[in-house]
């Protein structure tokens, strides 16, 4: 069973940029398409974006379309969120998944889930 970790959450000021990570602990994490969500107090879970098992191919949600960007170091078994011009709005916690479907925007279409890692954006 693959285990995901995420880690680089933190508090941010708006306009600021963060990075997070999600770390596998199996090499076959490299069979997987990956997926950032996340999920404020009070609201739903909902889709970021998702990176495919080449890494080559990135599908993102429009509110973050732009500004975000998903990578993946197979070497190193890790996927990145790389997080620019954070508003308030993007306080969430955020959550790495891994899933057989690409591009996958719903929650159950992952198999794998990270424990999340909080991010705050505030002045």
């Known amino acids: 069973q693959v285990q995901l970790v995420e880690s680089g959450g933190g508090l941010v000021q708006p306009g600021d940029s963060l990075r997070l990570s999600c770390a596998a602990s199996?090499?076959?994490?490299?069979?997987?398409?990956m997926g950032w969500f996340r999920q404020a107090p009070g609201k739903e879970r909902e889709f970021v974006g998702a990176?495919?098992?080449?890494?080559?191919?990135?599908y993102y949600a429009e509110s973050v379309q732009g500004r975000f960007t998903i990578s993946t170091d197979n070497a190193k078994k890790t996927v990145y969120l790389q997080m620019n011009s954070l508003t308030p709005e993007d306080t969430a916690v955020y959550y790495c998944?891994?899933?057989?479907?690409?591009?996958?925007?719903?929650?159950?279409?992952?198999?794998?889930w990270g424990q999340g890692t909080q991010v705050t954006v505030s002045a």
């Open positions: 199996e090499r076959t994490f490299v069979n997987y398409a």
């Open positions: 990176i495919d098992w080449s890494g080559t191919n990135t």
């Open positions: 998944a891994g899933g057989r479907q690409y591009p996958a925007v719903y929650r159950g279409q992952y198999d794998y």
